[in-house]
């Protein structure tokens, strides 16, 4: 019963490929997480745009692990790491010993020292910003089609995606489908179709990790959806009307009004590297040897977006998940290998960590994307399919690839969406912050909701009644 | 563009049916409900108990009704009804008028003037409520895995149902089922197949509206499955630590120690009943005529479980769905011969409304129900598969019945759940009230977290180191 006890704080990508690959290992495993889901983050921007249900990208940690029975699950969260000591504890007061330590506990949305914006822009990490980007954007067109005034209507319909990033393109992608394919055909008194998506992105060009000529087809393909985009602006603020810009360094700030505004611009090792007594870059992350190991601690480890590991060509690798499972699997074998030796891990011999690029792509719509691996450089439907086989084939869980193929396949040819559904509260776009201004105006009698062929007429009939959505 | 217009309020089994049967009317149809999605509510259970995702069961209503030109969706909720100048008026302070009213807002959980019991025992009447039993029932596992107290285990993995009727049964054995099938592998350190269930029902049997025989068929079903049934038993007092309540008349008030509360027992009609200036009766619902008019406003109407409609013998109909759906269809055809015709309903010789009775089943569990029909009376797998076929066919959108049946599949096969998700905190069964007594101890150090092999000596080991969760 004294077998070597390996902590593993966090079931995402990294955790969970290092908790599996113990299996045969002599070693008993502790994986601590604060849900009790494994969520495939790449497709959580299809539960946002009501395209996936939660249960479809997420399966129950325990679950996935049910039959590893040298592996025990506990749902907590980490609040501290002693080093010194190899000992955890977690926000009940639990202290859990360890002989290895992997950390993995991934990163969150970082606004850049704005903590306040996220109420008004909620980023896409967890399934609970998902529903509730999900419960904001359909929303937005169910207000707009009670709603009387024209600038209001205009605010409700207009969505800004901060980032340019993978995620960012894509929910902006999805956003101009939604409403271009999706909604259009069900309401009466707007037209759906004439929804604004603005796409926002600090930089010189979207999909900067990406070979230029594949950022180039991404903005023709968005381009091709309506998406607007807006390269080299710094967002200066935030609030329950809009976003505040710069449209290029020294111009002056200007405003766009948008009920909807989405962040995608950044991440952020969770806080646990804080914590750890070492040194921890801008965004967070903990510097790690060639080992992964922390310095001075070669039985603690730190992978995926919580470490800053330096690649072979003196570059930090990216965050994305494949960096995360094969440090999980270098880690897990290195941990094996060192119990089965009975060696300390600073005597054994072995080789630094080296991470095998396979390629990355992104998607931009139904049938829609881009792709790199290696020299293969694809774009269009081509890498979609690409895009489709390959995040299909990594869902954990048969019945979720089933569920999910089934899902698409259906959305393909019908252009519904299975998982509309707008619940909490549906008052107010930003519940706890829209009282003041933007409270929606209380519609004219009668003929401010009439019922049928008054779309037109609607349109430019009412005179402004109520305060603008900003100013 | 004069048409005459129908007001709807409500998008559920009724006022959905209403506007369906509007289809081909010379009317212009008006539907508010204050959700944007359709609720499958028999399957709501299946939700609560991550059997199926919200999304399987529910479908946006403008979706719905989408092609139905003649019909615009709002969501709203109306505030007041002006039966005398036929208008209506939303929290949002838009006002209608009609020509025609047809009420089908439906009921709500009813408490019997406890609702500060709700925030103990979630009734089931939305999707989330669903989610929410759903997360307090998974986390009270999850809770229980890494707790040392050997009382508080058992007081996290005891739930009590309230309520004996078709939802109390449904629920009851799917939480024997959940504990004894799906999560008995998963844990470590608990054994869920001892998660004891206990159904209070204050009448003398469960599921009084069926036979005497059915009844005892699901008090049979309920005990293989190890569901506690405890009839004539009425609920005096619920807290965060439990249930208090006289196991008979005139004997001493007990108590039970019950982490989880589900409230099964009781719906009330939405408020609005109370709003017309009508006699109500202690469901809050309103008294119709014979062809489901309101008492002196022909043109007004009320359908479904806000309507109190006395049957052919004398006794009230019942609250299901096919109820609403009759009288919704029924309705629907007297305004359309009205506006046909051109009289007022007043003028119109009509048959009173008959509901006809095609029976009612409830189901228990994998391969176990009752239904009636007619003299036919099923238990068992046969009405199981009764129930399933009736069920699955019902479901609106094809895209639905295939997921669903799916699911139900798979989760056959493989004795798994889907939506196993705990979304929202974590990190107590109820957030808002739980802070002052049961509040989870702090495990012991170490010791209290053993990794494997543990679960025998850990129940036993352990003095009771933190208060009780009750007394």
Known sequence: MSLPHVIIVGGGFGGLTAAQSFKRSPVRVTLIDRRNHYLFQPLLYQVAMAGLSPADIASPIRSVLAKQKNVTVLLDQVAD?????KAITTETG???????????AG????YFGHAEWEQFAPGLKTLTDA???RRRVLLAFELAEREADEA??????????IGGGPTGVELAGALRELSQYVLARDFRRIDPTEARVILMEGGPRVLASFPEDLSQAAVRQLGELGVEIRTGTRVTDIDAHG??????QDSPAERLEAANVVWAAGVRATRLTGKLGLPIDRAGRVSVREDCSLPGHPEAFAIGDMAAFTGEDGKLLPGVSPVAMQQARYTAKLVTRAVREGKPLAELSHEKFRYFDKGTMATIGRSRAVAESGRLRLSGFIAWLAWLFVHVWYLIGH?????????WAWSYVTYERGARLITGRVDAIHPDTEQPAPALPAPTPSR??????ARQEERTSEPLRSPQPSH
């Open 81 to 85: 790491v002693d080093l010194g000591r």
């Open 94 to 104: 639990a202290r859990l010993d360890y002989d290895f330590l992997i950390l993995a």
């Open 107 to 110: 990163a969150k949305s970082d």
């Open 131 to 133: 529903t509730e980007i």
């Open 152 to 161: 209001r209507r205009r605010w409700l319909l207009t969505f800004v995606v």
């Open 243 to 248: 976003v505040a810009f710069q449209a290029s």
């Open 399 to 407: 019945r979720n690839r089933v569920a999910v193929l089934l899902t």
């Open 448 to 453: 401010a909701l009439p019922t049928d062929g």
